[in-house]
């Protein structure tokens, strides 16, 4: 079976300093894998994704994702966190099993400090 | 501007009055889906459409129903709500060729409260 797994529901981090949201994932196939982010009272905006071309991945507002398959690991890092970071964030794996069916992992709220 | 609307963005209701939700995209996508947002777990597939008439259940399907008359429009029914369907709900499309590695485009979402 197919699942993701968001190891922090929680997250708190300094303005400025890195970010790393963490995800794991399980798939009989070559998944494909995606951030995406939900600020307060707004739909979700993709933030990046793999599609097994390069596994480092960058996406928008200077995040990125590196894709390791060893580890079936997928995890969001940022180098410097903004205020305006502060949202939940979601990692989704679309693994080929035909019935193109989305699984997203519980989420992970980042918190930043001023 | 390339978009997924719903309609309504909130809405409270009584037990056991129908209510359908209405998801409508101008992408011209093949796919479209509907997922609830609950604290703690996520969002959970409702439902799903492939095209024009293919629809098929997802993780969490009772107490729901879709249809897909038409490509654009994906509405999601509430037959006879209860208060367990609290929840945030999401409308999604995206291409259906390639849809495994596409962006998923979605709405921002219907609060719906049943007391």
């Known amino acids: 079976a197919q699942s993701v797994t968001q190891l922090d529901s929680h997250v708190s981090v300094s303005e400025g300093t890195p970010v790393l949201l963490r995800c794991n994932y399980s798939?009989?196939?070559?998944?494909?894998l995606f951030w995406y982010v939900q600020h307060p009272n707004k739909g979700l905006q993709l933030l990046l994704k793999y599609t097994s071309a390069a596994t480092l991945v960058k996406g928008i507002n200077g995040f990125e994702a590196e894709f390791k398959k060893s580890e079936t690991s997928f995890h969001l890092t940022k180098p410097s966190a903004h205020m305006s970071d502060a949202a939940e964030y979601f990692c989704v794996v679309s693994p080929y099993s035909g019935t193109y069916k989305y699984i997203f992992g519980t989420g992970t709220r980042l918190k930043v400090l001023a | 501007e390339a978009q997924v609307t719903q309609n309504p963005r909130y809405l409270i209701t009584v037990t056991g009055k129908k209510l359908t939700v209405t998801c409508s995209q101008n992408?011209?996508?093949?796919?479209m889906s509907w997922y609830r947002q609950d604290p703690g777990l996520g969002l959970r597939q409702i439902y799903y459409?492939?095209?024009?008439?293919?629809?098929d259940k997802g993780d969490v399907p009772e107490g729901y129903k879709v249809s897909r008359k038409e490509k654009r429009n994906f509405p999601l029914i509430l037959e006879s709500p209860s208060p367990n369907q609290t929840s945030l709900y999401f409308c999604?499309?995206?291409?259906?060729?390639?849809?495994?590695?596409?962006?998923?485009?979605f709405g921002q979402g219907t609060r719906l409260t049943v007391v």
């Open positions: 992408m011209n996508h093949e796919y």
């Open positions: 999604a499309s995206s291409r259906l060729e390639g849809a495994l590695d596409t962006e998923a485009f």
């Open positions: 459409s492939m095209n024009v008439e293919v629809t």
């Open positions: 798939s009989s196939y070559s998944p494909s």
